[in-house]
């Protein structure tokens, strides 16, 4: 089994920045391929960005491409999304996933392992 825990949400302004962290216990960090999903007040689950099991491919959503940067430390078993500019459309619970296959993979019931989120909430 997997355990991801994020942390780094907050409240912040228009225009800010925030560093998104998972930390990952269980199976061997570095074979996971990983991504970050987010849900709204009212809205499915959707997805933000994701990153291959060594760290070498990166895949963004449309709505966060130029503001986010997904990372990984895999002799730290961490996750991290960095988010700069951001919007009030921004405002969600971020989640990591995790999964232990080849390729990324932008669909949400392909990943295994998540963890219980981490609020973001942007001004306005």
């Known amino acids: 089994q997997v355990q991801l825990v994020e942390s780094g949400g907050g409240l912040v302004q228009t225009g800010g920045s925030l560093r998104l962290s998972c930390a990952a216990s269980?199976?061997?960090?570095?074979?996971?391929?990983m991504a970050w999903f987010r849900q709204a007040p009212g809205k499915e689950r959707e997805f933000v960005a994701a990153i291959s099991s060594s760290g070498s491919s990166t895949y963004y959503a449309d709505s966060v491409k130029g503001r986010a940067t997904i990372s990984k430390d895999n002799a730290k078993n961490t996750l991290y999304l960095q988010m700069n500019s951001l919007k009030p459309e921004d405002t969600a619970v971020y989640y990591c996933?995790?999964?232990?296959?080849?390729?990324?993979?932008?669909?949400?019931?392909?990943?295994?392992?998540w963890g219980q989120g981490t609020q973001v909430t942007v001004s306005s």
């Open positions: 269980g199976r061997t960090f570095s074979r996971y391929k």
């Open positions: 996933a995790a999964e232990a296959g080849l390729g990324i993979t932008v669909v949400a019931a392909r990943y295994d392992y």
